[in-house]
């Protein structure tokens, strides 16, 4: 019964390092999102994909790259982390687009230093 | 573009109090779908309720009801009798058909206290 696992759930970079951050869901499901929880910014979407192959930029997608090679997977970079990317990164999916309920992760807490 | 505002930054209550959470948003769209999502003390995003534009009968659920009125472009939640358990950040969302994205308000944080 595990939707949607966000792996890891906690990191500490310096700046400048690099790391993946990686969502998996076992629910078949065609859209898949990463958002970024700031204090006081509610949840901003940075990418999404629509289906196995294809992603595209939401909100703010500056310093971040994706890639959904799997359709269970989707991986969100950080090529280069800035402090400014501190943030809590949740993963979600829906069956159906986003007027279908997203089903989320536990989210991923990253701290650049 | 979409948009979602949610006025109330944080609201605190003593429980058995009836609470309600304001929710306006934006859009041109004519089809849409409004959203609201529980993120309680422990993190993960719980869903709630999701309304589409064609329908704007109130729902209740329980000790939960929502209002929605397109007149004033505004989906509200209301939580009567309120819980300790209720406590938690409660966010507003939007999504329009026309695209597969949801518009998320900032959240407003509802503290019920003993």
């Known amino acids: 019964n595990a939707g949607v696992t966000q792996t890891p759930k906690f990191r500490v970079l310096k700046t400048g390092q690099s790391m993946t951050l990686l969502c998996a869901q076992d629910m078949n499901h065609e859209y898949m999102y990463w958002y970024r929880q700031d204090p006081g910014m509610g949840l901003r979407l940075i990418h999404y994909s629509v289906g196995e192959g294809t992603t595209a930029k939401g909100e703010v997608p500056d310093g971040y790259n994706v890639s959904r090679l799997k359709k269970q997977n989707f991986l969100l970079g950080l090529e280069s982390a800035a402090p400014s990317q501190t943030s809590v990164y949740f993963c979600?999916?829906?069956?159906?687009?986003?007027?279908?309920?997203?089903?989320f992760g536990d989210g991923t807490r990253l701290s650049i230093l | 573009a979409q948009k979602v505002t949610q006025a109330q930054t944080e609201i605190s209550v003593v429980e058995k109090e009836d609470v309600t959470l304001d929710c306006v948003y934006e859009t041109r769209d004519t089809t849409y779908y409004l959203f609201w999502y529980k993120q309680p003390p422990s993190g993960e995003l719980v869903f709630l309720i999701r309304r589409n534009s064609f329908d704007e009968q109130n729902e209740i659920s329980g000790r939960y009801s929502w209002n929605f009125q397109k007149s004033t472009s505004s989906f509200n939640f209301t939580i009567t009798a309120s819980q300790v358990v209720d406590s938690a950040v409660y966010f507003c969302?939007?999504?329009?058909?026309?695209?597969?994205?949801?518009?998320f308000g900032k959240g407003i944080t509802l503290s019920v206290r003993p």
């Open positions: 979600a999916s829906s069956s159906q687009g986003a007027y279908q309920p997203q089903h």
């Open positions: 969302a939007l999504s329009v058909v026309a695209n597969s994205k949801l518009t």
